[in-house]
DNA sequence: TTGAAAGCGCTAACAT
DNA sequence: ATGTTAGCGCTTTCAA
């Protein structure tokens, strides 16, 4: 039998008024009461209608800020696609999605950013941010506040929230480490361009890389590990010169973006029988791959990752999820010029 | 501005009555008072509410009928599981579905479940069909009719439909052809085991296969082209049969089940270096990825067609959908050791 | 053939 | 501190 705020009311002895305040914590209820309606909730096991709830608050929707570091990056905006998709998805059951775009990953930028999303009244947040000290205290002290956070693709180290959406960087190196084992049976020397030390995810990357390859117990070194910054010029730069001095480099492995510049150095030093390999889709590597520069890229599904943050977020602030919420991982997805030359799939 | 029942009504200069029966097709009204509504509704670009309809309808839940093959094949649970998702998350929304699960493919079987679907009162279905022409018939009578008609899975030619939920099988053909260009270097003698040779998939697969060696070049010839009829110990004896004759076979193409058949074969022959590769993630194939016997499958997310099927049935009843709905593609993933032992993703 | 009104589950404003 | 009520958008029933 499904439970309602009326049933409720009724078993418990009190008004639906009396419910309503002890199930979102508002206005004043007597002690006792309050945890008599509690109880019995979870007793009788009562959700939340959607449709009742979205057709009530239609004049207070659900408000929920994402923050994106996406001003002048092109991967961030298939998340925003994403974002939108779910925003449409959800419009009629009172959802409004606030976006806040910044440039590059300042830590002060970003903790302003938020500010101003809370300041907008948002009951929840999306955030794809920093993995820093300063971020990971705000974000557990808005989490203790009550605030619903959703950490989007990169995930922030030592922080209490709803749940984690994006890749699992171990797997996608671990990945990349298979499939060269599989396509390659000489001896790797291997060139590493990495984006960003700083960033969690690049160095999972190359963790998850390592470890498979130790545990596949293929013969490899690493020649050289170098950093791009994400920027297509200096990646040209750096890569140019290491694939330069060292002749013996048969693979590099592009561990953060800037796969465009490692890929303009490859042509230029005219490496013919270099396996290079990258992640993720984007206008450039869909045109690396086609032209056989890099073997595969290893994908992340990133407008699924947009769409299922807000998803969540929007359940959390309806009541809909449970206590614990698990961490929604995207599939880590291999594309060869087979697969990614077609059509892309729906959401 | 959002358009409601209330002020389409209002415009119309007409009562909420009556634009529900012009909305709906139910009840008679006036032929020009109808046009005018429905003129209307359109230039004012009207999209029913969820909430509004689900609480309203609370006692006529949207019943949504699924036919699935599943009796006795583990990779449709999957799909089921998916189903279960929509469902559950729909169910608020006065969503209800009701599950025929049939054994194998037999026309007839299939064209009465489809029967006692509608007997039960689905306004919509997700079919998980054979390819005949008579099941094409009772597909196309019934979208005319007004039956919102999902194909789930594995398409039927020449029909109209609502859209079709699947694997791209020409894709997934061709990305084991990418992926055997990119592993092997030596010319390819390749043994061929499909399912039946009657189902569509299993035929495009092939296709696609062939058309990707070609088109990279590759040098290969196919010994043999077997029929397993999805059965693991026909597979077994045919394959067993087939290596033994020919020693130079050191490929082996899966393009239907019985995955494990043909494994317990390469077993059985003692064949090391024979590359074989398969579809789907079930439990077996799992086993043999991890086992080396198998390289990698190629896998089409089951549980999302399952789940998106349902949605979109539903959406299209619940009239959020415009009148071209696309095809659902799920994605094509390559599945080595590395990405297939770890963590499943979320939906 | 059309209009009017009740009610689905929930929230917010108002009343006690 | 608690109860009552109006109303969100829609469907359905009853009345005209």
Do not use: W
């Amino acid at each position: 039998m499904k439970v309602t705020v009326k049933s409720l009311a009724q078993a418990a002895g009190v008004s639906r008024g009396t419910v309503d305040r002890v199930l979102h914590n508002r206005g004043a209820v007597k002690d006792e009461v309050a945890k008599r309606v509690r109880l019995l909730a979870k007793e009788l096991g009562y959700v939340p209608n959607r449709a009742g709830r979205a057709l009530a608050a239609y004049k207070t929707p659900i408000k929920i800020g994402a923050l994106m570091p996406s001003v002048g990056n092109a991967f961030y905006q298939e998340i925003i696609q994403g974002i939108n998709e779910a925003q449409n998805e959800f419009a009629d059951l009172g959802l409004e999605v606030v976006l806040k775009e910044v440039e590059g990953f300042d830590e002060q930028v970003h903790l302003e950013a938020i500010d101003s999303l809370l300041k907008k009244g948002c009951r929840a947040l999306c955030l794809a941010t920093v993995n820093t000290p300063r971020l990971a205290e705000r974000i557990n002290e808005l989490h203790d506040r009550g605030t619903v956070i959703v950490l989007l693709n990169t995930d922030v180290e030592n922080t209490r929230r709803l749940c984690y959406v994006g890749s699992d960087y171990l797997t996608a190196g671990a990945t990349c480490a298979g499939m060269l084992a599989l396509a390659r049976q000489d001896k790797l020397h291997i060139l590493i361009v990495t984006g960003s030390r700083l960033l969690l995810g690049h160095n999972l990357r190359i963790k998850g890389f390592k470890e498979e390859l130790d545990r596949q117990n293929i013969d490899y070194d690493i020649v050289d590990t170098v950093e791009s910054f994400d920027s297509d010029i200096r990646a040209q730069q750096v890569t140019y010169k290491v694939l330069k001095a060292h002749s013996e480099i048969n693979c590099v492995y592009i561990a953060g973006a800037a796969v465009q510049g490692v890929g303009s150095a490859l042509i230029a030093n005219g490496s013919k029988d270099v396996f290079a390999i990258g992640f993720d889709e984007l206008y450039s590597t869909r045109q690396l791959v086609s032209a056989g520069i890099i073997k595969f890229v290893v994908c992340q599904q990133p407008t699924r990752q947009g769409y299922h943050a807000i998803k969540r977020a929007y359940q959390a602030v309806a009541g809909q999820l449970g206590d614990s919420v698990p961490d929604f991982i995207t599939d880590t997805i291999i594309k060869i010029k087979a697969n990614l030359e077609r059509t892309v799939p729906g959401r």
